[in-house]
Structure formats: structure tokens, C-alpha cells
């Protein structure tokens, strides 16, 4: 399966703090998104990679890719009770033209005030 | 722009009940996808669709399960019959060719809460 897999699951952090959430997938991929969830809602889009990236920054996001590791990671910084949600990753696998976006299980961020 | 709209919100069922899902994509987007979203399966695609068109239908989980795009605003899926495993919250979600293209942005509705006993 293309599905990615992020790590940890949860992860429960203090307002101030930085949060890092990692997503492994198993092929080879042309770009590579994260996503973030609120309790009962709908994804909305953080940012893309791309394959040929290895950072990317947007506010107080920065992400990174390692297609060596089939790795990327999401940070973000000076975190905020509001950043509580779930993060996923999508990775986008297919020839050109043929787009089929495939999500981790997602990892639950936890901001603390 | 009201976004992609999904109806209904929460839907309650008995096993071999028919379910029908529907969804509005954003006018103008030429991408529709159907996600299903379970703990322990995470985000599963189901179906997509390009100009009304099923590309890949490979995620869909069995043949009780169908999916139509009769127009560019409007598909259904629909599960005949259900089962309680069926119980899970279905996304639809929407997307222009630059956006998939550049961005690679999905738009999600806020998705169909299904419970099926």
C-alpha cells in the first residue's frame, strides 16, 4: 500500500512548545502533503512538497522531505491551543494525470494552554 | 464560495438499509474524490472521478458499493445493502486540474457520519 504512516499517533505538548510529527511512506512519490483535521470536520491543506524539496515554510510550518528515508516531517513551531487537531500526511504516487492521493492514519496533536 | 457540500451530515441505518451519500463539489473543479475515514483504517480512498468520469474505482471495497457523477456539481455514493461494518465517516472532497496540478489541494466537505446497526 502507498499509504503513509505517521509517527507518534498522539502527542501531547505545553502552548509555547514545538511539535514535530513524522510520516514514512513505502514508494517512490512525486509530491507529498500534509493535512490537518479538527475534531469532526473536514481536511483542510497545510502545504506541499515536492520530490525534488527537501524544505519547505509556510508561517509557522516547516516542512521536510527525505525520499532517500521515504520520510517527511511537519514542525510547528510555537505551538498554540488552537494547533490542537490531527495531522495527516497524503502522498500522491501516480503518473501524470492520473491523481490518487492516499493518507496516513493521522497523528493527534494535543496543545496544552 | 460555499465550498463542497455533503448531505447528510449524520445518517442512522439498519443493516441491508440503502444509503445514498451525496455531494456538491466547488463549482469549476473538475476533480471529485470519495474518502472514507475509519480509527483503524485511517483515510481509505474509494473512487475518483475526472470531468464526471470514474478513473479509479479500485478502492472501492465491494460490489455493494456504487458511485455516479451525473454533472459537474453533483455524485452520490451509494452503499446497497448496508452492513454495520459499513459504519464510518465518508468525505467527498474536490479539486481543479492546476490546483492538483501545483498544489495538489483537495477540498473537503465536512463529511457524512454513517451508522449503520
Known amino acids: 500500500s502507498q499509504q503513509g504512516e505517521e509517527d507518534p499517533q498522539a502527542l501531547s505538548i505545553q502552548e509555547g512548545e514545538n511539535a514535530t510529527m513524522n510520516c514514512s511512506y513505502k514508494t517512490s512519490i512525486n509530491n507529498l502533503q500534509w493535512y490537518r483535521q479538527n475534531s469532526g470536520r473536514g481536511l483542510v491543506h497545510l502545504i506541499l512538497i515536492r520530490s525534488n524539496e527537501r524544505e519547505k515554510h509556510s508561517g509557522r510550518l516547516r516542512v521536510t522531505l527525505d525520499t532517500s528515508k521515504k520520510s517527511s516531517s511537519l514542525l510547528i513551531t510555537a505551538s498554540r491551543a488552537a494547533d490542537t487537531a490531527s495531522y495527516f500526511c497524503?502522498?500522491?504516487?501516480?503518473?501524470?494525470?492520473?491523481?490518487?492521493?492516499?493518507f496516513g492514519t493521522g497523528t493527534s496533536l494535543t496543545v496544552i494552554p | 464560495d460555499a465550498g463542497v457540500i455533503q448531505s447528510p451530515r449524520h445518517e442512522v441505518t439498519e443493516m441491508g438499509q440503502e444509503v445514498t451519500l451525496r455531494c456538491k463539489p466547488i463549482?469549476?473543479?473538475?476533480?471529485l474524490f470519495w474518502y472514507r475515514q475509519t480509527m483503524m483504517r485511517g483515510l481509505e480512498l474509494l473512487i475518483y472521478?475526472?470531468?464526471?468520469?470514474?478513473?479509479?474505482d479500485s478502492g472501492m471495497p465491494e460490489d455493494r458499493f456504487s458511485a455516479k457523477m451525473p454533472n459537474a456539481s453533483f455524485s452520490t455514493l451509494k452503499i446497497q445493502p448496508s452492513e454495520p461494518r459499513d459504519s464510518a465517516v465518508y468525505f467527498c472532497?474536490?479539486?481543479?486540474?492546476?490546483?492538483?496540478?501545483?498544489?495538489?489541494?483537495?477540498?473537503f466537505g465536512e463529511g457524512s457520519r454513517l451508522t449503520v446497526l
Open positions: 472521478f475526472n470531468n464526471n468520469v470514474p478513473i479509479d
Open positions: 463549482s469549476g473543479h473538475d476533480y
Open positions: 497524503a502522498t500522491d504516487a501516480s503518473p501524470r494525470g492520473r491523481n490518487q492521493f492516499y
Open positions: 472532497a474536490s479539486s481543479s486540474s492546476d490546483r492538483v496540478e501545483n498544489t495538489g489541494e483537495l477540498f
